[in-house]
């Protein structure tokens, strides 16, 4: 199994550009999520899917969209990226979102995006 | 989900254990303890989770105190390879915002040669 992958890896964006960053998980698991991450913090959920079909939005949605294209494939969508959105970005996923007492969370690599 | 404090650094001898201390002072009782790791410019990685018992896995052993407000998690022959910041995560499952996971500043655990 590959587990979480995400492409590109790396990506540099010039203000007002769109780009989708990819991932997709083999691990049939039920939910998935995207997060960012900026130097010297931690993660912080932008956009998180629950189950096929279904999308909600975490601590930091603005600026973002995203598709939950079947159960293996979440997207996350930038559609006029900002210099404020240069960070890494990880999508994880989990066999149930939360369960009756939390899931483990399987991360990607990560895509390392910087908007000039 | 309860806040949890860590030290910001760490640092043990290849071949020791390395044990991580973690101070959850303010946990509820359907609240888990999970341990995560960043390796450099990697995803993190799930490591162990528990309740109220202590646990075991390939990769650590997670001891939880009898109150419940504290823990260690224990790599018991650290290598090179385990150099990594250490998340220690409090949370409750359900439904909601409980969906994310809280990334705090952890612990760097520096294994040195």
């Known amino acids: 199994n590959a587990g979480v992958t995400q492409t590109p890896k790396f990506q540099v964006l010039k203000t007002g550009q769109s780009m989708t960053l990819q991932c997709a998980q083999d691990m049939n698991h039920n939910s998935m999520y995207w997060y960012r991450q900026d130097p010297g913090m931690g993660l912080r959920l932008i956009y998180y899917?629950?189950?096929?079909?279904?999308?909600d939005k975490g601590e930091v949605p603005n600026g973002y969209n995203v598709s939950r294209l079947n159960k293996r494939e979440f997207s996350l969508r930038l559609e006029s990226a900002a210099p404020s959105q240069t960070s890494v970005y990880f999508c994880?996923?989990?066999?149930?979102?939360?369960?009756?007492?939390?899931?483990?969370?399987?991360f990607g690599p990560g895509t390392r995006l910087l908007v000039l | 989900d309860a806040k949890t404090t860590q030290p910001p650094s760490m640092d043990c001898a290849e071949g020791r254990a390395a044990n991580l201390p973690c101070n959850h002072s303010t946990i509820s009782g359907n609240e888990y303890v999970y341990w995560y790791r960043q390796i450099h410019s990697q995803g993190p990685q799930y490591i162990i989770h528990?309740?109220?018992n202590n646990e075991t896995n390939e990769m650590a052993s997670l001891i939880i105190t009898e109150d419940r407000k504290s823990s260690t998690l224990i790599l018991p022959h650290a290598t090179l390879r385990d150099t990594a910041v250490y998340y220690c995560i409090v949370r409750v499952g359900g439904g909601g915002s409980n969906y994310k996971l809280t990334f705090g500043k952890g612990t760097l655990l520096t294994v040195n040669p």
């Open positions: 899917s629950a189950s096929e079909g279904t999308t």
């Open positions: 528990g309740l109220k």
């Open positions: 994880a996923s989990s066999r149930l979102a939360g369960g009756p007492w939390g899931e483990t969370q399987y």
